[in-house]
């Protein structure tokens, strides 16, 4: 698969992926009254399991399963490529809301752009290479 496919895909699904994350984002804040940490954890795990799938079959998909692609494989590398992008975009949005009195909301909304990016490069260069 080329290159601009390959990103257009990530794009299409990592859009799909901003929209869940941000109605999660959004129910567990303004209707449950949960804080935008909590609100931003439950988020990016809710948005994980869609990620996956798309990733997997639609974004990176590999022609053929050998042992050293097996689904746990990829399964584990996934979840430290969800944890590398993760981190980067918590400590993000920490330093947004917490040192430049950044609204929630769009500290959430940003810190999407930088979880994407990580996450593109670690999936592509790491669990789906």
């Known amino acids: 698969m080329k290159e601009p496919v390959r990103i257009f895909r990530f794009a299409v699904v990592g859009t799909l992926n901003a929209i869940i994350t941000a109605i999660v984002v959004w129910l567990m804040m303004h209707i449950e009254g949960e804080d935008y940490i909590t609100a931003n954890i439950v988020a990016y795990v809710v948005a994980q399991v ?10 990176f ?11 746990w494989h990829q399964m584990l590398f996934f979840a430290c490529a969800f944890a590398m992008s993760y981190s980067a975009q918590f400590l993000f949005l920490l330093m947004l ?14 810190g999407l752009f930088v979880y994407g990016a990580v996450n593109f490069m670690s999936n592509k260069h790491i669990t789906f290479r």
């Open 61 to 71: 998909p590999i022609e053929q399963d050998t042992k050293k692609n097996s689904i």
């Open 97 to 110: 809301v917490e040192l430049f009195h950044c609204n929630e909301y769009l500290a959430q909304f940003l």
């Open 50 to 59: 869609h990620n996956f799938v798309w990733c997997k079959y639609w974004i």
